[in-house]
């Protein structure tokens, strides 16, 4: 790519990286490692900031342990199919981070592997249960992207929670949404003591109940491979399991904004492990170091893989935006397509560009992602240099 000729010699200024993933072609990181590479080439004497964030699904952990200079840890757990695999989570200080696709997604998982009637979050919860070993008093856990509909019951398994059966007998560890009819009794007295003092908090980016027309099973069941008649079944399961937990008094109700989520893991953690489930965005905002990146920036810019009508209704771009402009910055959205009207996406950003070069197949553009996200950056930059020129930017 050929280097942009700057209009004008700039005094240096701080520029702010702060994009999401772009699905199915480069984490949140390499998005902005590309939009500042070709700013540079335009403006290299700029200090370049770049902030990868997300919304509790993929790339959540990354993002954060980026940004806190945490580190990784391993441990041995199970994948969705309880098959043996290695997954990772990560501290930063006394904060733990850790997504539950990391052992318990549906990136774990084949197209024809997909099985919401046995997949399990048993492995999340093992991956959790290592986290808890270590010196760490609050736990950031994104629950995007899961395989699941167990209602989070396979996570309570591994964290220490016992089911038995109409006879008395123990429920052997890692059910999955299609067995919770089985369950009549929980135990969960070994749960408490081991969160005890920890705060939990839950990067969600659904507000989904756990039952009805827009509750777990009915919604996302389909996306994780089941039929109608197994979206059925597990709603029945579900309903089940709610009861269950209310019945023991463990759960209020099963109607709160997230639970839903992760095929019901959110309503296990909120209920069973007292979780704070807060919006994804929010929290990784606010965990990130991006408000402090923020002051006296001269622009900050994000980026997505799509925008439409749901950007401007609180995806991640839209929060950056809304903290970009109460801290008096303007902002900027680089997005692998726009499409349909407005929907509010002008209002909330001082420009929005689709990095596409020109007509392609959805394969050609995945694969150009990088070129045309150097592209655009440099793009930008020679843009943001002509403002200077005419004063029009803040």
């Known amino acids: 790519m050929p280097p942009c000729r700057p209009i004008i010699d700039a005094m240096k200024r701080k520029i702010v990286f702060a994009p999401d993933s772009f699905k199915n072609a480069l984490r949140a990181g390499e998005v902005g490692t590309a939009l500042a590479e070709g700013w540079r080439s335009c403006r290299p004497g700029d200090e370049l900031v770049i902030c990868p964030l997300a919304d509790g699904g993929e790339g959540t952990a990354a993002a954060l342990v980026a940004a806190r200079n945490g580190r990784w840890h391993r441990a041995m757990a199970h994948d969705p199919l309880m098959r043996p695999i290695s997954g990772a989570f990560g501290t930063a200080g006394s904060l733990g981070i850790l997504e539950m696709a990391e052992a318990s997604g549906l990136e774990r998982l084949k197209p024809d592997e997909l099985d919401p009637q046995r997949a399990t979050t048993f492995g999340a919860g093992e991956l959790l249960f290592a986290l808890l070993e270590l010196p760490v008093s609050e736990i950031v856990l994104g629950i995007g992207g899961s395989a699941t509909v167990d209602g989070g019951a396979g996570m309570l398994q591994a964290l220490g929670a016992e089911f038995f059966d109409a006879r008395g007998d123990r429920i052997a560890p890692g059910i999955g949404g299609g067995e919770l009819q089985r369950i009549a009794a929980v135990d969960l007295s070994a749960i408490t003591s081991r969160l005890a003092g920890r705060k939990l908090r839950v990067a969600c980016d659904v507000d989904n109940p756990l039952l009805g027309v827009r509750g777990a099973a009915q919604v996302f069941g389909p996306q994780k491979g089941a039929s109608p008649e197994v979206v059925a079944v597990l709603e029945k399961n579900l309903s089940h399991w709610s009861q269950l937990l209310i019945s023991a008094g463990i759960a209020d109700d099963a109607c709160h904004p997230g639970d839903g989520a992760a095929g019901g893991l959110g309503f296990a953690l909120r209920t069973a492990l007292g979780a704070e489930i807060t919006s994804g965005a929010k929290l990784v905002i606010g965990c990130s170091g991006l408000l402090e990146a923020m002051r006296n920036a001269a622009l900050v810019v994000t980026g997505e893989g799509r925008t439409d009508g749901q950007t401007a209704g609180g995806k991640l771009c839209a ?71 005419d004063g029009s930017t803040r």
């Open 319 to 389: 929060e950056v935006a809304k903290a970009a402009a109460a801290a008096g910055v303007p902002v900027a959205l680089c997005s692998g397509a726009i499409v349909g009207g407005d929907d509010g996406v002008r209002q909330l950003f001082n420009a929005a560009i689709s990095i596409a070069s020109g007509p392609s197949s959805l394969e050609e553009a995945i694969a150009a992602t990088r070129i045309n996200l150097r592209r655009t950056g440099a793009a930008l930059a020679g843009i943001f240099s002509a403002g200077e020129t």
